[in-house]
């Protein structure tokens, strides 16, 4: 996908994976990635799929901080680039989630989010309204393009 096409270098954390098509796309780049996914069957299958291709350059990390689910606080790495792509609408406290995601990033990192808020969500029931503008969210980061964001 050329959303992707930013990220050429570093170490990578691939935020709610799905299936892993971004993070395998990257991996095959022989980029460094970590991927969060807490749908087990998703995040199995990720593995799978690094493991068919000979990729050992894929890391999953778990959901859990202290053993406890805790979807933030299992980021605990530093990372040149976030990738967010169609997560951060299903989860109530976004917010939270760009915040760890900019005290992760290195300085001069990238988040890279697409984040389809729809003022309709109430009628969109995996969706959540959007409470926080992501320009707010994202304080300490510039905006370079509609899906990208670069840490000051």
Not at 64 to 73: Q, T, V
Not at 83 to 100: K, M, N, R, T
Not at 139 to 150: A, F, S
Request: net charge positive; hydrophobic share 40%.
């Amino acid at each position: 996908p050329t959303i992707l096409n930013n990220v050429v270098k570093g170490k990578v954390l691939d935020y709610g994976a799905g299936i892993g098509c971004n993070t395998i796309e990257l991996a095959k780049r022989w980029i460094e990635i970590d991927y969060i996914e807490i749908g087990r069957v998703q995040a199995d299958f990720i593995k799978h799929r690094a493991i068919k291709r000979g990729l050992n350059n894929v890391k999953e990390i778990r959901p859990y901080n202290k053993n406890k689910f805790d979807s933030i606080r299992c980021i605990t790495k530093k990372y040149d680039t976030i990738i967010a792509i169609d997560v951060l609408e299903h989860i109530p406290d976004y917010h939270l989630v760009v915040q760890q995601f900019i005290k992760s990033l290195n300085p001069g990192g990238i988040i890279i989010e697409n984040s389809p808020f729809e003022e309709s969500s109430d009628e969109i029931s995996i969706h959540v309204r959007k409470t926080i503008s992501m320009e707010i969210a994202m304080e300490g980061m510039e905006r370079i393009n509609k899906n990208t964001w670069v840490k000051l």
